[in-house]
């Protein structure tokens, strides 16, 4: 069972100087002095080179530390990393105390002298001796190194993985860990006699002592300066052990003869290991952790480890199971468990900016005791009145929504207003297209806010290859009713067609409340369209085109010239039925208008190219006729849907996105070859014998140009593949509008098939449109869309990884026309799921759905919808003979 106390009991406390830090390596306890009392003693260093010692003597619990309790003060000048008391000293026994600078190592004697008035004793620290390290240190440890009986060795770790071992006042040797690149945390093993530590590879390494000593001496005179610069003898790791993560701290313990345990921290986890490096147990630990101690064990094959988080918190674990919790006044960085005044079990605390605290666990008598609930009968009536009471609240606020109904009158109010006209001066720059000069036009976005808003953040989109002079504004609204205003400029960068006009103004700002005064995020859009004379200019009318739509209206045609004034061409007055667009871009499309009938048709070479110009005539039609007044206008389409052409957009996104795939894997060789050869030539050069290079200078400069080559080529492949996505995304919205036409979709029936085939996400190399839409139809085809109980049961959705062909996603797309075309209905309701019965629309053939599942993706679109240019030839536009007098 966990016991929890509020707060850790303070028995001593201080702070340590001023702006001072310290670390895990600055804390130790002690009888540094050698007084035989089996006290300990607190030795603290700092970064800022301040050496104390402290005897905690309160006079009362939680009393801060008196004058008498610091023994000693020095300031050693250099930066303090660690601080070690041991057996350090040839010829004695007694303790002595080892300091660790950057650059050297010292080792002290502490003896006390008894003073002869009222001011106490006296406490001196005497040098033994020193080593000046000729690399920068980064820990320590020390230990009866090879089994040496009345005496420790300090092994010291340097910054570039060099383990130095000093035998008291004499170095021995320095050996280097082999593949070091940042220094671990260090421990020795006494029962092992192996030093282990947990390197850059994430991994727990052990190398035994007599490996270590028997290896080739890393500072031998007959070796070269860059063979000690570099690294000494491979050394063969006794075992390793991958963590997966980065270790703070390492500590090994043995509280009985037969084993020994290797505990180490990480930064989600901490392990106990076996002498041969197996788990023991690992646990999980909640929060960061930022120091422990394994201390003592209180039941036979279990320990109790101290674990200091990030959150004040010291835990107190039995193996892996928490015992107590109890809360710090600071962040331990380190923690000790010591002896002072006959007590027993205190736990001492260091923080980074020299927070000591001794502490015991324990919780106050609780005095509160819960009176006595007086027993009565339960009335199970009340109880159902007040239950379906709950339960219609309840179903009320599901049906209602989570979130509370925004106010009537909105905190920010957003306009954006595009201008009639071009800039006088263009503003695009390095533009990507031809001879043409590039327009830009200036839109401008108001805002006006009700309330006090600070920060608030303005961010414009656009479809690419569109660009903004600015897409991002900042605001600061100190006062209610502000209006601010600011402007920016669009236009075309690159030679291809962006795959919608319209454009997006999101506003972001935080609303104080009662409950947060921070502010709760909001988000107000305002959506603006650009015109088509930013991206298209008045073109030559064309007679033949691969790619032909015609649209039917209900309503008598309109003069091309009115609906699109501003792309008349002055030349043919009495073309008014024909009208020629070229695009930026340089590709043309033709509109046509019937004089008899109620149809136009639009005409292109490029498929992609027949979305903009179908959208803006069914949009300037609508805007044409409620100006006339005409409320019951539609438009819609009787041909077939033009899935062959879809397709081959389709196929030639999916080709680059495979070649990218394969240039990226073959770049990722050439890479893995070209520092493979660089190692060998690294390795030539550092040899002191000259030997001949092979020539490895020749390759490294061919698989140099390779990986420029490659890299080259899939930045290219990158713009194409981006280039390719847009001109599917066209496409998709005209395969949308054509649906929606055919079948006379509702608005929200086109806005899930929207959702279906145009995802929110970018299309990326691990997760692209193919797959995504792939899901999301297979997700229709087996809820809304699907014919009986049994075939919802099928699996349908498909993995979210790259597919090997897209002929599943044409199967599923040509599946679903045929779906809606027997009138299946989109929709996301609870009945959704429920079977629908199939009700033929005139017109339409019936089509065995077994054949269809069985047939391939070409015999179904072959089938089921006729290739739209023969149907194109047998309902012919009257008047398209007009297009004789048209020049090429």
């Known amino acids: 069972m966990v016991k929890i106390s509020g707060e850790a009991r303070d028995w001593w406390s201080t702070v340590l100087g001023e702006k001072e830090e310290f670390d895990q390596g600055c804390l130790c306890l002690a009888d540094v002095d050698n007084s035989g009392s089996g006290q300990d003693k607190i030795i603290v260093g700092s970064f800022m080179g301040y050496l104390r010692i402290f005897n905690p003597h309160p006079v009362k619990t939680g009393d801060g530390a008196q004058a008498e309790d610091l023994l000693l003060e020095v300031h050693l000048r250099d930066p303090i990393l660690q601080v070690e008391v041991g057996k350090f000293v040839s010829g004695t026994e007694m303790l002595h105390l080892a300091v660790l600078h950057s650059r050297k190592l010292c080792v002290y004697s502490v003896s006390g002298t008894l003073g002869n008035v009222e001011h106490g004793n006296q406490y001196q620290l005497k040098l033994m001796y020193e080593h000046n390290l000729q690399r920068t240190a980064f820990n320590m440890t020390y230990g009866s190194f090879g089994g040496v009986k009345g005496r420790d060795l300090i092994c010291i770790q340097s910054m570039d993985g060099m383990l130095m071992v000093f035998e008291q006042e004499s170095y021995a040797f320095g050996r280097f860990l082999p593949g070091s690149l940042l220094p671990g945390p260090l421990a020795y093993s006494s029962r092992t006699d192996s030093f282990i530590t947990v390197s850059s590879c994430r991994q727990v390494e052990s190398y035994k002592y007599q490996v270590l000593a028997f290896a080739t001496d890393a500072d031998k005179k007959q070796e070269t300066e860059q063979q000690k610069l570099g690294s000494g003898k491979r050394l063969v790791v006794d075992w390793a052990l991958n963590i997966g993560e980065q270790a703070l701290d390492i500590c090994i313990v043995s509280f009985n003869q037969s084993a020994s345990s290797v505990f180490v921290l990480g930064e989600r986890n901490f392990f106990c290991l076996k002498d041969n490096g197996q788990i023991r147990f690992m646990k999980k630990l909640d929060c960061s952790p930022s120091c422990f101690l394994p201390y003592c064990s209180v039941s036979e094959g279990t320990i109790n480890t101290l674990i200091g988080n990030h959150k004040n918190m010291l835990h107190v674990y039995q193996d892996v199971t928490l015992k107590w919790a109890t809360q710090l006044p600071h962040i331990p960085v380190a923690v000790r468990v010591g002896c002072f005044q006959d007590l027993k079990g205190v736990i001492v605390t260091l923080s980074d900016d020299g927070r000591l605290q001794c502490s015991y666990l324990g919780t106050d008598p609780s005095l509160f005791q819960a009176p006595k609930v007086e027993s009565r ?48 001066v263009s503003q695009a720059t390095d533009v990507e297209i031809g001879t043409d000069v590039v327009p830009s036009i200036t839109v401008q976005v108001t805002l006006q806010n009700r309330i006090v808003l600070p920060k608030v953040k303005l961010s414009i989109y656009v479809q690419p290859p569109l660009v903004l002079t600015c897409d991002q504004f900042t605001f600061e609204f100190l006062a209610p009713e502000m209006i601010s205003t600011v402007s920016f400029s669009v236009y075309l960068k690159k030679s291809y067609t962006p795959s919608d006009l319209e454009g997006n103004a999101v506003v972001s700002y935080s609303r104080p409340t009662d409950r947060n005064p921070d502010g709760t995020p909001r988000v107000v859009q305002c959506k603006f369209r650009l015109p088509l ?3 298209c200019l008045p073109g030559q009318a064309s007679k033949t085109a691969n790619h032909k739509l015609t649209i039917d209206t209900n309503q008598s045609p309109v003069s091309l010239p009115s609906l699109f004034p501003g792309f008349a061409n002055q030349s043919d007055d009495d073309q008014v039925n024909v009208m020629g667009f070229r695009f930026l871009s340089g590709s043309r499309v033709t509109l046509l208008a019937s004089k008899t009938s109620q ?30 007044g005409i409320k019951d206008f539609a438009s819609s389409f009787s041909g077939s849907i033009p899935l062959q052409e879809y397709f081959e957009l389709i196929d030639h996104h999916f080709e680059l996105r495979i070649n990218g795939e394969k240039l990226e894997e073959l770049l990722s060789e050439r890479a893995v070859q070209f520092r493979a050869i660089q190692r060998r030539l690294l390795t030539r050069f550092k040899d002191k014998t000259p030997a001949p290079l ?3 200078d020749v390759l490294l400069d061919g698989t140099y140009k390779q990986v420029i080559a490659l890299a080259d080529a899939v930045e290219e492949n990158q713009g194409n593949l981006f280039q390719a996505f847009t001109k599917l995304k066209s496409a998709t919205h005209l395969m949308i509008l054509l649906i929606g036409l055919w079948q006379k979709l509702s608005a929200d029936q086109i806005a ?13 190399q691990e997760l692209g449109w193919e797959e995504t839409v792939d899901a999301a139809i297979s997700h229709l085809l087996k809820t809304c869309l699907s014919k009986s109980s049994k075939e919802q049961a099928l699996n349908l959705s498909s993995q979210l990884n790259i597919p090997k062909d897209t002929s599943r996603l044409k199967k599923h797309i040509t599946l679903l026309c045929d779906r809606l075309a027997k009138g299946g209905r989109l929709c996301l309701s609870n009945d959704a799921a429920a079977p629908q019965t199939m009700v033929m629309p005139g017109g339409c053939t019936p089509i065995p759905e077994s054949d269809l599942e069985e047939r391939s993706v070409e015999q179904d679109s072959t089938e089921l919808f006729t290739n739209h240019r023969h149907l194109i030839a047998e309902t012919p536009v009257p008047e398209v003979s007009s297009l004789q007098g048209v020049s090429e």
Request: aromatic share 10%; net charge negative; charged share 35%.
């Open 694 to 696: 092979q020539h490895l």
């Open 377 to 424: 009968e339960l009335n199970y009536d009340e109880l159902d009145v007040e239950l379906k009471e709950l339960q219609r609240i309840i179903k009320v606020v599901k049906s209602q929504g989570i979130w509370p109904m925004p106010e009537k009158e909105d905190d920010l109010k957003v306009d954006a207003m595009v201008s009639s006209n071009f800039d006088p």
């Open 533 to 535: 004379k930013l991206i």
């Open 752 to 764: 899930i098939l929207e959702a279906a085939f145009l995802p929110l996400q970018e299309d990326m």
């Open 599 to 628: 149809r136009y048709r639009i005409q292109s070479e490029q498929f992609e190219d027949l979305w903009l110009i179908t959208n803006e005539l069914i949009l300037r039609l609508q805007k044409y006729f409620e100006k006339q």
